[in-house]
């Protein structure tokens, strides 16, 4: 793709990274064919190479205007498009250039900015949104449906205690992060009780709050950057004292966002090195479990010989797309005795996207109804997933149970199914 990018974003490391991205776009139209709202809405615009066309010609100069915000806004930054690519197109990043620029120049209206700013400051931020959700599920009956829906419902139960400390040499940290120890509470001491049983101890730094994934793909870059520094702080010491061997993600979007850090970092002095060296040392949940196969299928076999429940599981954009991470969770439910049920489309996003389901309540309803109806065909028991996010906005739709794939495998060690 020929490119001529204006004189405002010509010469700035933003505009060379754009530029290097539009040149690998050779129009072939792949990305159409697994971009969800493209599915959806049959609109060039609303697939990846119409987008990209419309970034073009903003940093080329062209007029910006609310129809160019409409259409960058409705995508779901899932990354199906960069799996089906066979140029290597590294759209996400192109995107977020191009929104950046769609906010400088498109002002979005009082109500818009108002959510956006509560959602900025709200959600990452743990004493205030613990209250406002007890608030809401308070106040359910009392919302219109609508609304209602938008309540979050605690998926799993409470969680049961973390492992008591037991003197294993290996050690590592999970991310609470910010809305997960509030609706899904289990999920990281499930992944202790596991670890704990493969000779590994998980903790949990306290000061290490949201990663910034949420406040950057809102355009609150600068606080997002503040995020991601708070959370190399908190977890620093430790690395350089060696006192851990990584980080373990049980949300594989924060997951996508945490290895990102060099990436988003590369240019802070202070912190360029560290957040790199962070980076490279996260790991997905089911990739720490797969790196301890053998030992975990000797547990399982002593745990329990019953066949386990059937259950369909949707892989997260963020794990799938981002993190490169397929049919690992698969492997580790089918070793642990669970029947896998088959899920059509499996690529495809299930609406949740960070704050997409607040921000596109209709599309996101819509691919949420989609992806139940392709996993509840073979009759599952339960739901699995591997991301906080969509585990709250599928439950949202299911009267099934939707549930994080560490607790099954956590509950089949224990001796249950």
Not at 371 to 400: D, E, F, R, W, Y
């Amino acid at each position: 793709m020929q490119t001529n990018l204006a004189d405002f974003i010509k010469d700035t490391p933003a505009g060379h990274e754009a530029d290097a991205i539009l040149r690998t776009c050779v129009h072939c139209g792949f990305c159409t064919a697994t971009c969800p709202t493209f599915q959806l809405l049959g609109d060039e615009l609303d697939g990846p190479r119409g987008r990209i066309y419309l970034i073009k010609q903003m940093l080329e100069g062209q007029p910006v205007t609310e129809r160019t915000q409409l259409h960058l806004d409705r995508c779901l930054s899932c990354r199906a498009c960069e799996t089906t690519c066979p140029s290597g197109v590294t759209y996400h990043r192109l995107l977020e250039i191009g929104r950046e620029v769609v906010e400088q120049r498109v002002p979005r209206p009082f109500v818009v900015r108002a959510t956006r700013f509560l959602l900025c400051e709200a959600l990452p931020r743990r004493w205030i949104f613990r209250p406002a959700v007890t608030i809401g599920r308070w106040m359910r009956p009392l919302l219109p449906a609508a609304l209602a829906a938008k309540v979050p419902t605690v998926a799993g139960g409470p969680a049961r205690p973390w492992p008591r400390p037991a003197g294993h040499r290996r050690r590592m940290i999970a991310l609470a992060g910010c809305v997960q120890p509030i609706l899904t509470p289990n999920t990281n001491a499930a992944t202790a009780r596991v670890l704990d049983r493969l000779g590994i101890e998980l903790l949990e730094a306290p000061a290490a709050n949201c990663c910034g994934a949420l406040r950057y793909h809102l355009h609150a870059q600068q606080k997002a950057l503040d995020d991601m520094r708070q959370v190399i702080d908190a977890w620093w010491p430790d690395v350089e004292s060696g006192r851990v061997e990584g980080f373990v993600m049980t949300a594989s979007g924060c997951g996508e966002h945490v290895r990102e850090y060099g990436n988003l970092l590369k240019d802070d002095p202070v912190y360029a090195d560290k957040a790199a060296r962070i980076a490279a040392m996260t790991r997905d949940a089911s990739e720490v479990l797969a790196a301890e196969r053998d030992q975990l299928e000797a547990l399982l076999r002593q745990a329990s010989a019953t066949a386990g429940q059937r259950v369909a599981f949707h892989s997260p954009c963020t794990l799938q797309h981002a993190q490169k991470i397929r049919g690992v969770v698969e492997v580790l439910l089918a070793a642990a005795g669970y029947q896998l049920s088959p899920v059509a489309d499996p690529h495809l996003c299930c609406g949740s996207a960070g704050t997409y389901s607040i921000s596109q309540p209709v599309l996101a309803e819509q691919l949420r109804d989609n992806k139940l109806a392709a996993m509840q065909a073979g009759s599952p028991a339960v739901l699995v997933t591997a991301n906080i996010g969509c585990q709250t906005h599928l439950q949202g739709g299911s009267q099934l149970p939707v549930r994080h794939w560490i607790e099954l495998i956590d509950e089949r060690l224990s001796g249950g199914s």
